[in-house]
Nanobody
């Protein structure tokens, strides 16, 4: 299982960015895919999740209304469209994966597979 995140950068408040996560070594059709972020000095937090099996989508409060998670099965990739970015969105963003669980939804599973992060910096 390999995950490759990309698309980060330095932007200004109000700008948009689209993060990509390319998956290899497994089919995301059978996995929960998630985006997480870690700001300097803070713990890693979840941002958004999507189920490859049924397409269920989850957003944390920080992402609701501004971020959109999508998945492209043919490309085995997951994306995070981020709009109206704020300085507090500054963080290293990670994509993660874990097999779909019939017990736990994708927003509560423990993610075992992680990609390297991509830095997002939002200046005011």
């Amino acid at each position: 299982v390999q995950l490759q995140a990309s698309g980060g950068g330095s932007v200004h408040s109000g700008d948009s960015l689209r993060l990509s996560c390319a998956a290899s070594g497994f089919s995301s059709d059978h996995y929960c895919m998630g985006w997480f972020r870690q700001a300097p000095g803070k713990e890693r937090e979840g941002v958004s999740y999507i189920s490859g099996s049924d397409g269920s989508i989850y957003y944390t409060d920080s992402a609701k209304g501004r971020f959109t998670i999508t998945r492209d099965s043919a490309k085995n990739a997951v994306y995070l469209e981020m709009k109206s970015l704020k300085p507090e969105d500054t963080a290293v963003y990670y994509c993660a994966a874990d097999p779909v669980s019939w017990v736990n939804p994708c927003d509560v599973v423990h993610y075992d597979y992680w990609g390297q992060g991509t830095q997002v910096t939002v200046s005011s």
